[in-house]
């Protein structure tokens, strides 16, 4: 039974941890522009073909291809920011949300137009893809380790670049406030889009980790409709609520689909949406703000 609970864990875990980073692209955004990208995960899905064509196409290695990928998806992220979302800042929110949607909607047609990508389903090699770790009686995938330890990686990473890098400071101020960044020097529109290719390439590397998993297909990018109940349960705004979160949703999804009937994985996150609404309706690292009348 324990080790039943704890291979199940580790599995929710990596699972989380997808749903944790698409989760974080809504929030970079959020935070820097408070708009709500609904195409985040068709931006993932999008990274992952770039990687399935510089993988098995051009025959790159693995790390080569993750690289690559990300760097195209970063240049798709300030395009789509540019040419796109900022002709329309100013107008209602209802208006931006129903953009970007939009923009998820073109982004899976032009896809399935692609010679070579299509409606098809592929398969992204990786170097973890069949190995296992035992540990006694209980046996994990190296993928879903792998998963875990890249995430976790990666999130290092954004922490110290956050934390030191000028930009990183940049990005920051400008989340918090941006006419106070903009009095103190920072170009907030050039920062705007490149938290948009930050968390273009951020989804695209949730895209490539989630490959092996679900393979590589147009419809893999609706993975965002469970990454958003994730920013939510975090507490939209919040870096570390979003990998909260997700490994919240992840850990969720993989016992309710064990132990409860069939069926109950699908709307397991939607269930734990509503509960930590219910309790905490900022999300469990959200701010409450509050409002003089």
């Not at 875990?13 to 985040?40: D, H, P, R, S």
């Not at 051009?58 to 920011?81: K, S």
């Not at 949730?206 to 419809?219: D, M």
Request: charged share 10%; with cysteine; glycine share 12%.
């Amino acid at each position: 039974m324990l080790n039943q609970l704890l291979q199940l864990s580790v599995a929710g875990v990596a699972q989380g941890c997808v749903y944790a980073l698409v989760a974080l692209g809504f929030v970079l955004i959020y935070k820097a522009t408070e708009t709500v990208n609904f195409a985040q995960g068709d931006l993932m899905m999008l990274g992952a073909f770039f990687a399935l064509t510089s993988s098995v196409i051009l025959g790159w290695p693995y790390w080569a291809t993750i690289l690559f990928a990300v760097a195209i998806m970063a240049i798709v992220g300030m395009l789509l920011e540019k040419i796109v979302l900022r002709p329309v800042l100013g107008q209602p929110a209802f208006t931006v949300v129903m953009i970007t949607i939009g923009v998820g909607y073109v982004l899976r047609g032009v896809v399935t137009m692609v010679p070579g990508w299509g409606t098809d389903t592929f398969t992204l090699p990786t170097p973890f893809s069949e190995g296992v770790v035992k540990f006694g009686e209980i046996i994990f995938a190296v993928q879903q380790l792998s998963v875990i330890g890249m995430t976790t990686a990666l999130c290092a990473v954004l922490y110290l670049f956050f934390r030191y890098a000028k930009l990183g400071v940049a990005m920051q101020a400008t989340s918090q406030n941006q006419l106070a960044a903009a009095y103190m020097g920072i170009p907030v529109r050039r920062v705007n889009m490149l938290v948009w290719g930050l968390s273009a390439g951020v989804a695209t590397f949730a895209g490539i980790l989630l490959a092996p998993v679900t393979f590589v297909h147009s419809n893999m990018g609706f993975i965002g409709l469970k990454a958003f109940p994730a920013a939510v349960v975090g507490g939209f705004g919040s870096v570390p609520g979003a990998i909260v979160g997700g490994l919240i949703i992840g850990m969720v999804e993989a016992i309710a689909g064990f132990y409860m009937p069939e069926g109950f994985k699908d709307v397991a996150a939607y269930v734990v949406v509503l509960v930590v609404l219910l309790i905490k309706p900022s999300g469990i690292f959200g701010d409450t703000a509050r409002k003089k009348v």
